[in-house]
């Protein structure tokens, strides 16, 4: 894959240093983040969609 260069603030780029180990590349780190990012909107978005359900009350509670 090609690779390509981004410019950071040097506080950005330790802050990226802490958040990684000694394995890591910055790609591994970012990509890592970005998932977890990802997954938090997923995450955000049905905890959204169920709040707006409860609200409707077009639900059966189950147990």
């Given at each position: 894959?090609?690779?390509?260069?981004?410019?950071?603030?040097?506080?950005?780029?330790?802050?990226?240093?802490?958040?990684?180990?000694?394995?890591?590349?910055?790609?591994?780190?970012?990509?890592?983040?970005?998932?977890?990012?990802?997954?938090?909107?997923?995450?955000?978005?049905l905890v959204e969609t169920q709040h707006r359900?409860?609200?409707?009350?077009?639900?059966?509670e189950l147990g």
């Open positions: 894959m090609a690779k390509t260069s981004i410019q950071i603030e040097s506080m950005t780029r330790d802050r990226l240093k802490s958040l990684g180990t000694m394995e890591d590349t910055y790609d591994s780190l970012i990509e890592r983040l970005v998932t977890f990012y990802e997954e938090a909107l997923k995450n955000d978005y359900i409860a609200k409707s009350g077009r639900f059966v």
